[in-house]
């Protein structure tokens, strides 16, 4: 088990943007963290330069203290599962799971007891005299992680493994990660386009875009304290509602216009300068209230969920999305009030997108 | 109810024309071996009887026996999987480069390798001659086996080069991150999962350098070191008269080691062409 420490680090391909741009990551020995991003951000670029497949342009890997940029990636001591498994056909499943030692030079008798040990750890003990393609994608799944747990690895790097599983299998899967993690104690790095996925297995999570990681922060802190409006809009479902506003300090107070409605909240502490002029305000869905406050608007859309409401209102300016735990049993075209929780507002520079207030 | 009409009739047509489509290429095939076994005398006849009165060996044992097929055949299979041998050597190293180190010029190169097998061999023949001639290898069952490397290997490029393109990368990927060497991933982890298509390539091999005509022609001139295409007409060319059933024998014989191979194959064959495994 190792730390990982990235500097300056950067993948150019041609002459394009960076695919990868991070001035400075280092993650703690035995974290969970998970590279969250869009498609085309870089977190799958980014970790297979930690692997080894891919040779940064610049910057430096670190693992402890040992520079690996140099390093094959058999040399790294590092374990990879791949979106596709990426089992090899030809072989058991006992032989998969047995080859990273059998290329290290275990001795047979050693291999298969640890694969053995292995095997009873993730339940495919039945499955070891069959093929790659005689077994589910769960069954597989396992396989892919106990050839990469075999071995005790520095890091463990995981790309997108959850993606070709089914709901109920991708939810199973989960579980079963977050309880190998904390068993294992093993570093290891996570690359997911689902938030589901980074939010409910990481110790932190670094959310990419365009190369850059604009947010590292533990899954809670992503969610409430988003630091950019991309990072906002990126983690949470429903997503984050945007609303452009105009902002007028008074003393203590600050008063939004957003057109359709007028808020007037405390100044937060701990700011430098007092909110003021063009900025983005973003709300939550759970934290708008319906039936509360004096502003009005219609229900145009119902998502039942059975425990809960995702219903759209328009406002007659916008369209706002909320979620209702009420209980309550709304209906379309029905006409109701509602309210933003002030304390829960975010606030983003209308330029930049940056978070405005004390961090 | 007459849409069912139709459609019977059409299966019955379709079914019609597979039948006549063996019928033309099996029957030469019958009548090769009915023929083979005829005595001397029963080979042509009018009306022409099919069906031998009597079945005798003879025509084998003289062939076997009394003629130089033993040795044409066997020149022929050393030439045969000489080459296969070579071309596959070359073959699975050089289409693994193509496929997966990216170089200045390689999808060019693919392309003028493939460009290479279009060439007619009446085209290529003379060349290659003379550079046999000048490494002193005319008149040898190696120069043979060059020359066959220089038309089959293009070919087998080509086929093995999709065929590894349809491996997934990913694979390699593990196998690199789980500590193979590129030396090692290429034995333990590629050439398995290309076995189809390698076993495909081979047979395509064999069968080029078994029925090879013209470059035997010309490059051989010792009868000892003839193979069996050229080598059959010239068996046949010392009698005085053309004994179909001998001519026949032959050609059963020099059937056999290829459809036992491609009978064998089978499996592989059918899979060879146009399978990879990604799916998880």
């Known amino acids: 088990m190792a730390t990982v420490r990235l500097s300056t680090l950067k993948k150019v391909f041609g002459t394009n943007a960076p695919a990868v741009d991070v001035d400075e990551l280092k993650i703690e020995n035995g974290e969970f963290l998970t590279l969250l991003g869009p498609s085309g951000c870089g977190k799958s670029t980014l970790l297979r330069m930690l692997a080894g497949l891919e040779t940064p342009t610049s910057g430096r890997i670190m693992f402890d203290e040992r520079i690996v940029n140099e390093l094959d990636p058999a040399e790294r001591n590092i374990a990879m599962v791949f979106q596709n498994y990426a089992l090899y056909p030809h072989m058991t499943v006992a032989e998969n799971v047995g080859y990273p030692l059998k290329k290290r030079g275990v001795p047979k008798d050693e291999r298969t007891a640890r694969i053995a040990e292995i095997a009873a750890l993730l339940k495919i003990d039945m499955l070891l005299d069959r093929k790659p393609r005689q077994l589910s994608g769960g069954q597989q799944q396992r396989v892919a992680l106990g050839r990469a747990m075999i071995r005790n690895p520095a890091v463990y790097l995981f790309d997108e493994p959850l993606s070709n599983l089914d709901a109920a299998l991708r939810s199973y899967m989960r579980n079963e990660l977050i309880r190998l993690h904390a068993k294992l104690r093993g570093t290891m790095v996570f690359v997911t386009h689902d938030q589901v996925e980074a939010m409910t297995m990481s110790t932190r999570i670094a959310v990419m875009e365009a190369g850059c990681i604009q947010q590292l922060a533990t899954p809670d802190e992503i969610y409430e304290r988003p630091a950019t409006k991309f990072v906002a809009g990126f983690v949470g479902t429903p997503a984050m509602n945007f609303i452009e506003a105009e902002v007028v300090p008074d003393g203590a107070t600050a008063r939004i216009k957003a057109g359709d409605f007028t808020l007037d909240v405390t100044q937060p502490d701990g700011m430098t300068a007092p909110l003021q002029g063009p900025l983005t305000l973003g709300i939550r869905p759970e934290h708008i209230l319906l039936g509360q406050g004096t502003d009005k608007a219609e229900i145009t859309v119902v998502e039942s969920l059975g425990n809960e409401q995702i219903i759209t209102i328009d406002t007659g300016r916008r369209e706002l999305v909320l979620r209702s735990t009420s209980g309550e049993k709304h209906r379309i075209g029905e006409h109701v009030t509602y309210a933003l929780r002030p304390d829960r507002l975010h606030f983003f520079a209308a330029d930049t997108g940056r978070r405005i207030g004390p961090n | ?280």
């Open chain 2, 1 to 280: 109810m007459m849409s069912m009409v139709v459609r019977q009739s059409a299966r019955a047509f379709r079914v019609g024309l597979v039948w006549l489509g063996i019928f033309l290429i099996a029957m030469p095939m019958l009548w090769a071996l009915l023929t083979s076994l005829k005595p001397k005398g029963d080979t042509l006849t009018f009306p022409v009887a099919i069906w031998p009165e009597s079945f005798t060996f003879e025509s084998y044992s003289t062939l076997l026996f009394d003629t130089m097929f033993v040795q044409l055949f066997l020149n022929s299979v050393v030439v045969a999987v000489g080459t296969t041998l070579l071309v596959l050597i070359v073959g699975t190293l050089g289409a693994y480069g193509l496929t997966r180190f990216k170089f200045r010029g390689a999808e060019l190169g693919a392309a003028t390798i493939l460009f290479t097998y279009f060439l007619p061999s009446t085209i290529i023949v003379v060349p290659i001659y003379l550079t046999i001639n000048q490494l002193g290898l005319s008149d040898t069952l190696t120069g043979l086996v060059l020359s066959y490397t220089t038309f089959a290997l293009p070919f087998a490029l080509w086929m093995l080069r999709l065929f590894f393109q349809t491996l997934p990368v990913e694979i390699e990927q593990a196998a690199r991150v789980d500590g193979a060497s590129r030396l090692g991933l290429f034995f333990e982890i590629v050439l398995p999962q290309a076995l189809p298509g390698i076993i495909a390539t081979s047979l395509f091999t064999f069968i080029i350098a078994y029925n090879e005509y013209l470059f035997s022609f010309i490059f051989i001139n010792s009868d000892a070191k003839k193979t069996l295409p050229v080598g059959i007409n010239f068996i046949v060319k010392t009698s005085y008269e053309i004994e179909w059933n001998i001519v026949m024998a032959a050609s059963v014989l020099m059937t056999l080691p290829v459809l036992i191979v491609i009978v064998s194959c089978q499996r592989y064959l059918l899979s060879g062409f146009g399978v990879g495994n990604t799916k998880g």
